[in-house]
């Protein structure tokens, strides 16, 4: 099993980012996006769960964030928007077997990426 993430990159402060994580391997039950600031613990950002696509988000992210998927490709996207330089991290996808659990703690995920790094700039 391997899950690939791409799109991160330096942007202004304002400013957009996509997000891309392709899985292979398996399917999953539901995907996520966690991240980890600079000398920070890894956060949960937000999930999406196949079955209804039903979303879940931090409050530090929500109404600037959105996941979206596509289950037949194993996909997950994230849309990054009015980015600040508090949301500099390494963005890190997972993936679940599973639906057992809340989707906001690390442990019920399987599989992780090798992170992707977003800086913002002020």
């Known amino acids: 099993v391997q899950l690939q993430a791409s799109g991160g990159g330096l942007v202004q402060a304002g400013g957009s980012l996509r997000l891309s994580c392709a899985a292979s391997?398996?399917?999953?039950?539901?995907m996520g996006w966690f991240r980890q600031a600079p000398g920070k613990e890894r956060e949960f950002v937000t999930a999406i769960r196949w079955n209804g696509d039903i979303t879940y988000y931090a409050d530090s992210v929500k109404g600037r964030f959105t996941i979206s998927g596509d289950n037949a490709k194993n996909a997950v996207y994230l849309q990054m928007s009015s980015l600040k330089p508090e949301d500099t991290a390494v963005y890190y996808c997972a993936a679940a077997t599973t639906s057992v659990g809340s989707s906001y703690l690390q442990r019920v995920y399987d599989y992780w990426g090798q992170g992707t790094e977003v800086t913002v700039s002020s």
């Open positions: 391997g398996r399917t999953f039950r539901r």
